[in-house]
C-alpha cells in the first residue's frame, strides 16, 4: 500500500472532507475523500466498497479519476484517492464571476455542456448504467488546462440512506428533479435535469428554482416555471437548457440526442 503526506483541506465534499495528498513514493499530488462508516450497517458498508469499486472502473477524461482506496477499520473511515484538479471546483467559479458581475461566456458554457456530456454518456450508457445523483456545481472539477471533469459518481446512492452518515454540508437540493420531490424511481433522465440546471446556473449566475425552504421549493420545482436565460445568451442554447428542464422525464432529451445539437456536434470536431 503507498504511504501519503496529507497536506491541507480543499473543502468538504457531500460526505466526507477532501483533502489534498502526495504520494511519496513518485511526488504525485492527488487528493483522497475521507468517509466515516462508522454507523452504517453491514449492508450499506458492502454497498458501499462495492460502489467504489465500480467508481474504480470508470476511466474517462471527463470523470475524476478514482487512484485508490485504504480502508482504516481502526477508526472506520475509508479514504477514497483520486486525481488533483488544480483549478478547484465549478460552485467557486460562478462564486467568482457573481461577485465581479461578469458573465460566463457563451463559448465556455458549450464546452461544459459537452464535456458533462460525455462524462454523462460514458456513465448512462454502460451495461450496467451508473447514475450520478448529485450533479451539481459543487461536484464539478477543473483541471490544469481548465478542462471539466465531473466528481464523487455514484456514491449517493449509498450514503443517501436513510441512516447516512452526517452530511457534513448539508445544501439545498436546489437541482432536485420532479420525481426525485414526488419520491419516484430515479433514472438517468434526473440526471438530465440536473445537468439542466446546471447550465443554467452558469449562464444565469443562479439555479433555475430557489425558494426560502425546501418545502417552498419542492413547490416551485413541480410547478416548473423557467425565467429565460440573460438576454445575451443564444435561443439555442435556451431551448437546449428548456428541453432539459421539462417536468414530464420522457420528453428530456437522453445524451444521444443532445448530442444531435449542432453546437454539441461542433464542439466534437473540436475535441477530436
Ligand atoms: C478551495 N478548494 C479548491 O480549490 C479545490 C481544489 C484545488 N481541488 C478541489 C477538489 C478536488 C480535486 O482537486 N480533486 C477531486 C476529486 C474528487 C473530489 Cl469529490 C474533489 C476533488 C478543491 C475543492
Known amino acids: ?10 473543502g468538504s465534499g457531500s460526505f466526507g472532507t477532501i483533502r489534498k495528498i502526495v504520494r511519496k513514493s513518485d511526488k ?9 462508516y462508522g454507523r452504517m450497517n453491514e449492508k450499506e458498508k458492502s454497498m458501499l466498497v462495492s460502489e467504489v469499486n465500480i467508481l474504480r472502473e470508470l476511466k474517462h477524461p471527463n470523470i475524476v479519476r478514482y ?3 485504504i480502508i482504516d477499520r481502526e477508526s472506520s473511515t475509508i479514504y477514497i484517492i483520486m486525481e488533483f484538479c488544480e483549478n478547484g471546483d465549478l460552485a467557486s467559479v460562478i462564486r467568482k464571476y457573481k461577485r465581479c458581475g461578469k458573465r460566463v461566456e457563451e463559448s465556455r458554457i458549450w464546452t461544459l455542456f459537452f ?61 432536485m428533479a420532479p420525481e426525485q420531490v414526488n419520491e419516484l424511481p430515479y433514472n ?22 430557489e425558494a426560502a425552504n425546501q418545502l417552498a421549493l419542492a413547490v416551485k420545482i413541480k410547478a416548473g416555471r423557467v425565467s429565460r436565460l440573460p ?5 439555442e442554447l435556451n431551448q437546449a437548457v428548456r428541453s432539459m428542464l421539462q417536468l414530464d422525464s420522457a420528453k428530456r432529451p437522453s445524451i444521444e440526442d443532445l448530442f ?3 453546437k ?9
Request: hydrophobic content about 40%.
Open 260 to 262: 444531435k445539437l449542432p
Open 231 to 235: 438576454e445575451q445568451y443564444s435561443e
Open 28 to 36: 504525485k499530488v492527488l487528493v483522497w475523500k475521507e468517509i466515516r
Open 115 to 175: 464535456q458533462i456530456a460525455c462524462a454523462l454518456h460514458e456513465c448512462h450508457c454502460r451495461k450496467q448504467k451508473i447514475l450520478h445523483r448529485d450533479i451539481k456545481p459543487a461536484n464539478v472539477f477543473i483541471d490544469r488546462n481548465n478542462g471539466f471533469k465531473l466528481g464523487d459518481f455514484g456514491l449517493a446512492r449509498v450514503l443517501s440512506t436513510e441512516t447516512q452518515l452526517a452530511k457534513t454540508n448539508v445544501g439545498t437540493p436546489y437541482y
Open 264 to 272: 454539441m456536434q461542433e464542439q466534437a470536431e473540436i475535441a477530436v
Open 67 to 69: 487512484k485508490d482506496r
Open 188 to 209: 438517468e433522465k434526473c440526471d438530465i435535469w440536473s445537468l439542466g440546471c446546471l447550465l443554467y446556473e452558469m449562464a444565469a449566475l443562479a439555479p433555475p428554482f
Open 1 to 10: 500500500m503507498d504511504a501519503y503526506e496529507v497536506l491541507e483541506k480543499l
